[in-house]
């Protein structure tokens, strides 16, 4: 169960000694298109993440290892594609391996890929209930592949007292190996994207 960072005090912080953490950040994206409003409560969550983070190391534990959805190489590599991909998780990555700590590879490649295509499929939509049945069989056998090699990256490569970083959707299905203590990022700003987003659906469906 992920740890409310609020509620973590000095003398509770000593158990986390010597045992793996990970910092569980919600993995947010602007597209092309994305309202200047949006765009500015997406600055503000990024910056409380940050500073969240700042706060955890101080009392739990420096961050040693990064983990990030859809990177799929380790240390310099991994660092040029998540440039591309996130700007925002990538300065405050790029800021802990200033620091000393390593961005990991989690994601497997194909099955990464596999799953996008299924997902594509998903949203045009069938006509036939067959085709349908068959096409969600398949993303979900590839999402879950692709959550176990997450996983086993993850166990494999997170040492004994080390702190770590992950970047991941918030509809995610990695199962947390056991000895791993999972504190959750949330600042204040999401609950205002939360807001901001069915605020903008019920308009939406008032409109139609």
Known sequence: MAEEIGKIEKPEAESFKGRRKIYLVPLLFAGPDAPAEYIEKLDRYWSQVGEHIVKLEASIGKVKR?????????????????????QSSFQITSEKC??????????????????????????????????????SEFYTEASKKRYEHMTKRIDETLQDGEASILFIRERHS???????????????ALDDIYRWVRDRASQGQGEQ
């Open 66 to 86: 990064i983990f990030h959805e859809l990177i799929t190489q380790s240390g310099e590599d991994g660092l040029r594609v998540l440039e591309k991909l996130n």
């Open 174 to 188: 990695v199962q947390f190996p056991s000895g791993i203590d999972v504190f959750s990022v949330s600042p204040p």
């Open 98 to 135: 200033r620091q000393g700590a390593v961005i990991e590879a989690l994601d497997d490649k194909e099955l990464a890929d596999e799953l996008m295509d299924w997902e594509r499929f998903l949203m045009a939509g069938f006509v036939s209930q067959k085709v349908a049945g068959i096409v």
